[in-house]
Nanobody, 117 residues
Framework: QVQLVESGGGLVQAGGSLRLSCAAS????????MGWYRQAPGKQRELVAT???????NYADSVKGRFTISRDNAENTVYLHMNSLKIEDTAVYYC???????????WGQGTQVTVSS
């Protein structure tokens, strides 16, 4: 089993910045991709950004140029640096980890990010 614990959410004004952290523990051997998803009220959960164990990254178009995902493999932690936040970034942000063999997704409990005007 893999445990993912997020931190760093909160309330911020539009244009501000936040950094989310996700610490992984447990049976983390074989975890290849880690990332962040978000879910706004009344909407489906959507991908925000992912990063592989080798450092390859992928971003949703809506956050490109504003968000940066990074990973500390030694600390088993993934970060999401969010700059130039917009009201539409308001959502619960979930950390995700993927192990390909056997294929399985793991989710954190989520952390609320609220961007005010």
């Amino acid at each position: 089993q893999v445990q993912l614990v997020e931190s760093g959410g909160g309330l911020v004004q539009a244009g501000g910045s936040l950094r989310l952290s996700c610490a992984a523990s447990g049976s983390i051997v074989g975890i290849n991709v880690m990332g962040w998803y978000r879910q706004a009220p009344g909407k489906q959960r959507e991908l925000v950004a992912t990063i592989t164990s080798s450092g390859s990254t992928n971003y949703a178009d809506s956050v490109k140029g504003r968000f940066t995902i990074s990973r500390d493999n030694a600390e088993n932690t993934v970060y999401l640096h969010m700059n130039s936040l917009k009201i539409e970034d308001t959502a619960v942000y979930y950390c995700n980890a993927y192990r390909p063999l056997p294929p399985r997704f793991y989710w954190g409990q989520g952390t609320q990010v609220t961007v005010s005007s």
